[in-house]
């Protein structure tokens, strides 16, 4: 079965301009979070949509949005682009029936580069 | 606020040496996941332990959740070259379907 897609995977913008990301996930997997990943700072959380609603958040300014499709594609959004937005933007998706089914499938990710 | 801490931060060994990874935390967490994490893709599952004191082997790698569920670590024997990578472990808390991440161990293996 088809892993997790995501789309671009590189991506150069210039600082003030906006970006969308999209990513597809596994079929049957209602679940998608979003994270940021920097050199030596592990993953940050930004958000997780289930069924299209948004159930968490982390702690990132309102630039950083997201939303979620009756297919349970997903897409984010980064406003106003700063230097330091640069990273590896990658989403997970999970079944999320419950406690254990927490397990995250990761996409490739996206490498956007802000100048 | 759930913390999950990693040690060590950065590891190099030398090939066919053998290593132990940690997960540790002041909190109970209802499942553990390790994965690993090669440049420029996503992280991989490797492993999802739940039961508090569970040992589950993956070839040349053993995971262990520690009894109270409070922590976990990850043993690599006779370690290869293309065990190289970012190991990454992540904690289900019993209040959300959220992951608790570590920050990481980068491990280099040696040829």
């Known amino acids: 079965k088809a892993g997790v897609t995501q789309t671009p995977r590189y991506l150069i913008k210039t600082r003030g301009q906006q970006v969308t990301l999209s990513c597809s996930p596994i079929?049957?997997?209602?679940?998608v979070s979003w994270y940021q990943q920097t050199p030596g700072q592990g993953l940050q959380f930004l958000f997780e949509y289930f069924s299209e609603t948004q159930r968490n958040k982390g702690n990132f300014p309102g630039r950083f949005s997201g939303r979620q499709f009756s297919n349970s594609r997903s897409e984010m959004n980064v406003s106003t682009l700063e230097l330091g937005d640069s990273a590896l933007y990658l989403c997970a998706s999970s079944r999320t029936g419950g406690r254990l089914n927490t397990e995250a499938f990761f996409g490739q990710g996206t490498r956007l580069t802000v100048v | 606020t759930q913390l999950l801490e990693q040690s060590p931060q950065f590891l190099s060994i030398q090939e066919g040496e053998n290593l132990t990874v940690y997960c540790n935390s002041s909190?109970?967490?209802?499942?553990l996941q390790w994965y690993r994490q090669e440049p420029g893709e996503g992280p991989v599952l490797l492993v999802t332990?739940?039961?508090g004191g569970e040992v589950k082997k993956l070839k040349r790698l053993t995971f262990q959740f520690g009894d109270a569920r409070k922590d976990s670590s990850l043993h690599i024997t006779a370690a290869q070259p293309g065990d190289t990578g970012l190991y990454l472990c992540a904690g289900a808390g019993d209040s959300n379907y959220q992951l608790i991440w570590g920050a990481g161990t980068k491990l280099i293996i040696k040829p």
């Open positions: 909190s109970v967490f209802s499942s």
């Open positions: 332990v739940v039961t």
């Open positions: 079929s049957g997997h209602r679940s």
